[in-house]
């Protein structure tokens, strides 16, 4: 398993080598979205006005740290900061001029508020991108209600269709909306800092939970509109083994050909009733019943033997401990150990390299800040404050 050691040096050549993000965003939406641009190359700097203001006191914990803090921010730079102190508004102001993006995820109207609009922002640094995540936008009637995920998994549908074969809406238990907001708000970043490169504008980008959401069920909103009804079938289903489940995407022309040999059903798979593509004819739930007896009576390391023998995707449904047992993630370092101070020496599990990997500028993983544990380098080094300003900012409540 790979270690994230606090000593490794980030390498020289990555893609996001010299831009610097101001991070005032909390919880999951947003901060996964910068940890993706941090691994690549920026710099993301961590702005905390107080230890209850993200997710350091969420548990669970290993030792003192949490993990969903560490999931989402380790390899950034904490700095504790109050926004709200005139002071705190100067020092934003100076590290605004020398950063490229601030992120926030505040609902609409509060940055406005903190005197931080993205008018005001340009007033000190033109080029700046904005980037803003909310969970409805920044218009529309639902603009100034509060959103965490569990609501936009309600409002955008995805948690009825997920739950119509038990009759009721099903939860996800993964942050699927945020993850999707993040990864909407990163590619967003990426986009503006190319239309800067050509044309040294800066903007501001906003983007909605709710609409991201949405993404995840385009087709099936596109179906509904055309037909009327919602009573299609979506092409994958679960499949019960006998010691467990597994699902399967043939789907195409060819694979339920295949399937249907791989099953002991020659004459069916020349019947092109029956070996056609997913939607094609209306045999397919008769095929599907066949394939659901045809597992039942086999277990699910047999059933994908098989199956990847024909070629024919699936995947067994794996728990939790049995993803974490997987070689597969630990290969690719989806997943890897990071050191914290514990005293059994205990590592924690946080996310990975940025998934997407690059053949000339590799991503890293770097360590779990401690809560202001950059405040002498981002001040002191970066601002060229020396100890006596630092000492008196202290004094007066503008950093701790």
């Not at 010299?18 to 700097?45: F, K, N």
């Not at 055309?226 to 694979?255: H, I, P, Q, Y």
Request: hydrophobic letters at 40%; glycine letters at 10%; a negative charge.
């Amino acid at each position: 398993m790979t270690q994230v050691l606090p000593t490794a040096k980030a390498p020289t050549n990555r893609v996001l080598d010299g831009v610097r993000i101001l991070e005032l965003a909390r919880w999951q939406a947003a901060p996964r979205g910068s940890l993706i641009l941090r691994d690549m190359g920026a710099e993301v700097i961590k702005l905390e006005w107080s230890k209850d203001s993200d997710l350091r006191n969420a548990g669970p914990f290993v030792g003192d740290m949490s993990v969903q803090f560490a999931a989402y921010n380790r390899g950034k730079k904490s700095i504790t900061l109050n926004t709200r102190h005139s002071q705190g508004k100067e020092l934003f102001f100076r590290l605004l001029e020398v950063s490229d993006v601030v992120l926030e995820n505040f609902r609409p109207g509060t940055i406005d508020r903190m005197g931080f609009s993205y008018e005001e922002l340009c007033k000190v640094n033109p080029g700046i991108i904005l980037a803003s995540v909310t969970g409805f936008g920044q218009y529309g009637p639902y603009r100034d209600r509060q959103c965490f995920d569990p609501i936009i998994q309600a409002m955008s549908g995805i948690g009825d269709q997920t739950g119509r074969g038990f009759d009721q809406p099903i939860m996800s238990e993964g942050p699927i909306m945020d993850r999707t907001a993040a990864l909407h708000a990163a590619i967003g970043i990426l986009g503006a800092l190319r239309h800067r490169d050509r044309t040294g504008e800066g903007q501001w980008l906003e983007v909605a939970m709710l609409d991201g959401g949405i993404t995840l069920e385009e087709v099936a909103l596109a179906m509904c509109y055309e037909t009327g009804t919602n009573d299609f079938k979506r092409s994958g289903s679960f499949l019960k083994c006998n010691d467990g489940w597994v699902t399967t995407g043939a789907a195409r022309a060819g694979m339920w050909e295949r399937m249907l040999n791989v099953m002991g059903y020659d004459e069916l798979s020349d019947d092109p009733d029956y070996a056609s593509p997913m939607f094609a004819t209306d045999k397919g739930e008769i095929r599907m019943e066949l394939l659901h007896l045809w597992c039942e009576e086999r277990s699910v390391s047999e059933v994908e033997d098989a199956l990847v023998a024909a070629d024919i995707p699936v995947g067994r449904a794996m728990t939790i401990p049995q993803v974490l047992q997987d070689k597969h993630i630990w290969e690719r370092e989806v997943m890897i150990e990071a050191e914290i101070d514990h005293p059994q020496g205990k590592k924690m599990l946080v996310p990975g390299p940025s998934i997407i990997k690059f053949s000339k500028t590799p991503t890293t993983a770097g360590p779990i800040p401690k809560y202001g544990e950059h405040n002498q380098e981002i001040y002191g080094e970066l601002l060229g404050l020396n100890e006596s300003q630092l000492a008196s900012l202290v004094a007066e409540g503008v950093i701790t």
